[in-house]
Nanobody, 122 residues
Framework: QVQLVESGGGLVQAGGSLRLSCAAS????????MGWFRQAPGKEREFVAT????????YYADSVKGRFTISRDNAKNTEYLQMNSLKPEDTAVYYC???????????????WGQGTQVTVSS
């Protein structure tokens, strides 16, 4: 079992930066591939980024590639999403997720946080 709690969301102007954190409970955090997803009002939840259990491998959605960076600190049981050059279209609730498979589909992950709101003003 893994429990996930996101933090770091907020309101930022276009071009600004935010860093999201996802704190995990349990001693098995390092065994899970981790991911970030987001959901804007009226839209389906979409993949943002994923990182392997070791942190050696990452993969990003085209819409955030070059602007967002996913990382993790297994000693701290924490995953991060550094978001730079934010755009109004990045506005969404951001969710962290843990799963044995990883991947880009929501079904690849078995554990989810409650989400944190990110709002980017133009």
């Amino acid at each position: 079992q893994v429990q996930l709690v996101e933090s770091g969301g907020g309101l930022v102007q276009a071009g600004g930066s935010l860093r999201l954190s996802c704190a995990a409970s349990g001693r098995t955090f390092s065994r899970y591939n981790m991911g970030w997803f987001r959901q804007a009002p009226g839209k389906e939840r979409e993949f943002v980024a994923t990182i392997s259990w070791s942190g050696d491998n990452t993969y990003y959605a085209d819409s955030v590639k070059g602007r967002f960076t996913i990382s993790r600190d297994n000693a701290k049981n924490t995953e991060y999403l550094q978001m730079n050059s934010l755009k109004p279209e990045d506005t969404a609730v951001y969710y962290c997720a843990a799963g044995g498979i990883g991947g880009i589909r929501t079904s690849d992950y078995g554990y989810w946080g409650q989400g944190t709101q990110v709002t980017v003003s133009s």
